[in-house]
């Protein structure tokens, strides 16, 4: 089992910045990406982006791009999600996955096999 906690969420004004961290234990030998999404009201979890902890190889979703950096620190087992240039429309809970075998797409929900209970980010205009 791996055990995922998030924490860097509030509450910023429209183009300010938050960096979110979120802390693996257990078993993290076995995890093979970590990813991070969100969930606005009433919408569907959405995937924000993603790092392998083998190599670092990065993925973003496009409305991300260019204003959101994931990174990991191996040695810490955390992974981070620093976010830039925030709109409104970032406002959601952002939930941390972790993946231990690739099942073929980073940004779907399915692939993740554990998940975090989310930190709150809202960005008002």
């Known amino acids: 089992q791996v055990q995922l906690v998030e924490s860097g969420g509030g509450l910023v004004q429209a183009g300010g910045s938050l960096r979110l961290s979120c802390v693996a234990s257990?078993?993290?030998?076995?995890?093979?990406?970590t990813g991070w999404f969100r969930q606005a009201p009433g919408k569907e979890r959405e995937f924000v982006s993603a790092?392998?902890?083998?190599?670092?190889?990065?993925y973003y979703a496009d409305s991300v791009k260019g204003r959101f950096t994931i990174s990991r620190d191996n040695a810490k087992n955390t992974v981070y999600l620093q976010m830039n240039s925030l709109k409104p429309e970032d406002t959601a809970v952002y939930y941390c996955?972790?993946?231990?075998?690739?099942?073929?797409?980073?940004?779907?929900?399915?692939?993740?096999?554990?998940w975090g209970q989310g930190t709150q980010v809202t960005v008002s205009s």
């Open positions: 996955a972790a993946d231990k075998e690739y099942g073929g797409s980073w940004s779907s929900i399915y692939e993740y096999d554990y």
């Open positions: 257990g078993r993290t030998f076995s995890v093979l990406a």
């Open positions: 790092i392998r902890w083998s190599g670092g190889r990065t």
